[in-house]
């Protein structure tokens, strides 16, 4: 199981001494074969990698510039300055990004910038609710997913997250039937699109928290969650690993 915590723009320095009680579950036996990626904004990356410097855990950027080389882009970074620090992962097309204007074709580049230098790719997908009620869902992840991996070699080092972008931060989650259908539609388009995603791993996402986890995670398909709000405290980001490993 993958889990991914992604801060937003959240937290400062003072809040890296919250990170114990995960680093400490972290080096647990029960727990040393799941995978924990923290994304905190660009501002906390470094200070994070250090903190969790002799254990498992990675760390991950929210988002990075489409452009592989240094240049003229004020407030942008780009994967080549994120790789310099340690950075493993990067989340790349987040729902609210796409709302900022992040397209397939940007989305594309900034995948292709991002596994030129060996980052491994976390890539949110999701139809907005206007498409779920058109019953455009599975037309809008094909075309996401198509998109986005156009021309991509290495696919491998891509984990997918659905993200109903209408679930994301509103506590309301898709039924049980409506997301084992899109996860099954999701391998489905994957394996069209490139064999090499036929053991490609996806996660969920989406106002997860550790209610709600123990159903979810019995959907066959789901690799591990994306969690935003729950993981800005240690206890619920905890208690979202707990439930859904027992
Ligand atoms: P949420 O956010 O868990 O707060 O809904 C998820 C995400 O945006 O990745």
């Not at 310099?84 to 397209?103: A, C, L, P, Q, W």
Request: hydrophobic content about 35%.
């Amino acid at each position: 199981m993958i889990y991914i915590a992604n801060w937003k723009m959240h937290g400062n320095s003072r809040d890296i001494e919250s990170l114990n009680p995960i680093i400490k579950l972290s080096k647990q036996k029960k727990y040393r074969n799941i995978k924990l990626v923290y994304c905190p904004p660009y501002t906390l990356l470094d200070l994070m990698k250090r903190k969790f410097i002799n254990s498992k855990i990675h760390v991950g950027a929210q988002n990075c510039h489409f452009n592989s080389e240094y240049g003229a882009f004020t407030g942008s970074i780009n994967s080549k300055m994120l790789k310099s620090i340690g950075t493993k992962y990067v989340i790349i097309g987040h729902s609210e990004n796409r709302t900022d204007g992040d397209n397939d074709l940007i989305i594309n580049k900034k995948i292709k910038s991002a596994l030129q230098e060996n980052l491994k790719v976390i890539l949110c997908i999701g139809e907005t609710l206007f498409e779920k009620r058109k019953k455009l869902t599975k037309k809008i992840l094909k075309k996401q997913i198509k998109n986005s991996l156009y021309k991509v070699k290495k696919v491998e080092n891509i984990i997918f997250a659905y993200e109903p972008r209408w679930a994301i931060g509103t506590g309301i989650i898709p039924k049980t039937k409506t997301l084992t259908k899109n996860i099954i539609d999701i391998k489905k388009i994957l394996i069209s699109v490139n064999k090499k995603l036929n053991s490609a791993k996806i996660l969920y996402g989406g106002s997860v928290n550790s209610q709600n986890v123990k159903e979810i995670v019995k959907i066959k398909g789901i690799d591990g969650f994306l969690v935003g709000g729950a993981s800005l405290n240690s206890k619920k980001f905890i208690d979202i690993i707990k439930k859904s490993i027992n």
